[in-house]
């Protein structure tokens, strides 16, 4: 991955307890339930540390800020969820982008869900081009362009 890494916080919106399992896959660009399925596995496992250092994380780590788009994974919808929930608040998907993971660890989408993404994309951009062609070619415009030109 040549992802540059930011800070380490606790991401509380898409945790279920206090974020750190979440806010730890962010970091990392890792899905949240592989990161909850270590965790717990490694308490189950004979390393009962974990606890210690999941509750030392939730008081050290910082909440992560308030972020404009959502690119975080699991909660219980997928991205294509979270982004057609988006895009039907927003009305506007032309300029997300659409990160397809490579592995099943990372976060993402998969190809699947990318395609239908980036073919939804496309055609609400055939649909805007064709609205801007529309009035170029009309008469509407040509008498606002002689009208500019005064």
């Keep these: 991955m040549n992802r540059k890494r930011g800070e380490l916080y606790r991401d509380a919106e898409q945790g279920k307890i206090a974020g750190v399992c979440a806010g730890i896959a962010d970091y990392f ?14 308490v189950l496992f004979g390393m009962p540390f974990l606890i210690l ?50 592995r099943i660890w990372q976060a993402g989408e998969p190809p699947k869900q990318a395609l239908y993404d980036i073919r939804r994309k496309f055609r609400l951009l055939e649909g805007k081009v064709q609205a801007m062609e529309q009035y170029v070619t009309s008469a509407e415009f040509t008498v606002s362009r002689e009208i500019n030109k005064l």
């Design 29 to 42: 660009g890792w899905e949240t339930w592989l990161v909850r399925i270590l965790v717990v596995s490694g």
């Design 53 to 102: 250092g999941y509750v030392a994380a939730w008081f050290i780590l910082d909440k992560a800020p308030e972020k404009t788009t959502n690119d975080n994974s699991d909660s219980g919808e997928s991205h294509y969820a979270k982004r057609h929930q988006q895009g039907k608040q927003k009305g506007d998907v032309s300029n997300e982008s659409i990160k397809v993971k490579a």
